[in-house]
């Protein structure tokens, strides 16, 4: 019976240094076929619409530290007041340059709701509230720094604004009030450095 178990100790220990030579060797021709290659962009500057962006028409501002992980700022104008986000990016799959399609999710705090009542600037105001979301970045060209970014948002809004929404419908001077989308869609042009 000893002899046995030992056959067997040794027949996995055989298994698994064979298994972490065959590892190591991987690595080492990983290692030499990337020398001297950009694994990924560490700036992002994108022009859009949508709240990921910061307002109906804003810019977006993204520090990627690690390949998983991005870091956001936003600005832009909603028909009423400024807007403004920052949040993080969370990769599904690593930001790899080699890589044109991306998913990721958000969340993001800022400006996230506004109301614009034509003809009656006293009720115009925005929001702010913290928005999650599930987004694509599409890059083209060689380099892959060039492409779109697509993302369905669904912000979080605050009871101020739900409480404003109400005493709009119920105003009986606002005519043809539209109720808000629960999600919202963002899309941008963008450029890595």
């Known amino acids: 019976m000893k002899r046995k178990a030992l056959l067997f100790w040794t027949f996995l220990m055989f298994l698994a240094v064979t298994a972490e030579a065959q590892q ?3 690595y080492q021709k990983i290692e030499n076929k990337n020398v001297g290659f950009q694994d ?4 992002d500057f994108g022009v859009g619409l949508g ?3 910061g307002g109906l028409l804003g810019v977006q501002l993204e520090y990627t530290p690690i390949s998983r992980l ?5 600005g832009g104008y909603y028909m009423v007041d400024a807007g403004y986000g920052a949040g993080l990016k969370g990769y599904l799959m690593p930001k790899k340059v080699e890589k044109p399609f991306r998913l990721y999710a958000l969340a993001m705090y800022g400006t996230n709701s506004a ?21 694509m970045e599409m890059r083209f060209g ?7 970014n697509v993302s369905l948002v669904v912000p979080v809004r605050s009871n101020e ?5 109400e ?7 606002i005519e043809n009030f539209t109720e808000p989308l629960p999600v919202t869609f963002s899309m941008a042009y963008h450029h890595e450095f």
């Open 161 to 165: 604004y739900s409480d404003d929404v």
């Open 70 to 74: 991005g870091i956001f700022i936003s």
């Open 24 to 26: 190591a060797f991987t």
């Open 115 to 135: 109301i614009y009542v034509e003809g009656a600037s006293e009720y115009n105001k925005v929001y702010v509230g913290p928005c999650f979301g599930l987004g």
């Open 142 to 148: 060689k380099k892959k720094a060039n492409g779109f």
């Open 167 to 173: 005493m709009l419908k119920n105003n009986p001077y």
């Open 51 to 53: 709240i990921e962006n």
């Open 40 to 43: 990924r962009n560490r700036l």
